[in-house]
């Protein structure tokens, strides 16, 4: 006898009351709060998979492609950084400002919301070019990378800051 016509007859037994079974095989809740809890747990594995895998094709990518301008807008701004969306690749990022390191001027107004860098001041939906790179410094966790190339701040021209 085969082991799938084992359980078939098992079951067969337990449903004509032929065979006791497990108390907790008959509770339906419990049954199917398992059944929920499964189904969950394999929905946000599912997810994080998908999460990693478009990262790792859009590392792939820009890998390839080495370093590239590309047009994007402000999706909305931070104290110290704005996200960006670039459509023609679908990617959206983070471009940072610090202030410590390139000795900017930044303010940011939580009115507007406005960020000003260097007198430039960035709002939601201006269109901006952004440099994308392969930061992959850490070969463990390398990551896309965009500066802000236009408009043009005392941050984007390294020879101003010597």
Not at 141 to 160: A, D, K
């Amino acid at each position: 006898m085969r082991y799938s016509d084992v359980i078939v007859h098992r079951l067969l037994a337990v449903c004509v009351g032929a065979d006791p079974t497990y108390p907790a095989l008959t509770d339906k809740q419990k049954q199917q709060q398992q059944l929920c809890n499964n189904l969950n747990y394999r929905h946000k594995m599912a997810q994080y998979a998908q999460r990693s895998s478009v990262a790792f094709h859009t590392q792939l990518f820009f890998k390839s492609k080495g370093v590239v301008s590309e047009e994007g807008f402000v999706l909305f701004v931070r104290k110290n950084a704005m996200v960006v969306l670039i459509p023609k690749y679908g990617l959206e990022g983070t471009v940072f400002f610090d202030s410590k390191d390139l000795k900017l001027n930044i303010t940011f107004d939580e009115e507007g919301p406005t960020l000003c860098v260097d007198g430039i001041a960035l709002n939601m939906f201006d269109r901006v070019c952004v440099r994308v790179s392969l930061d992959s410094s850490n070969l463990q966790h390398q990551r896309i990378r965009m500066h802000l190339v236009r408009p043009e701040y005392l941050g984007n021209n390294s020879e101003l800051l010597e």
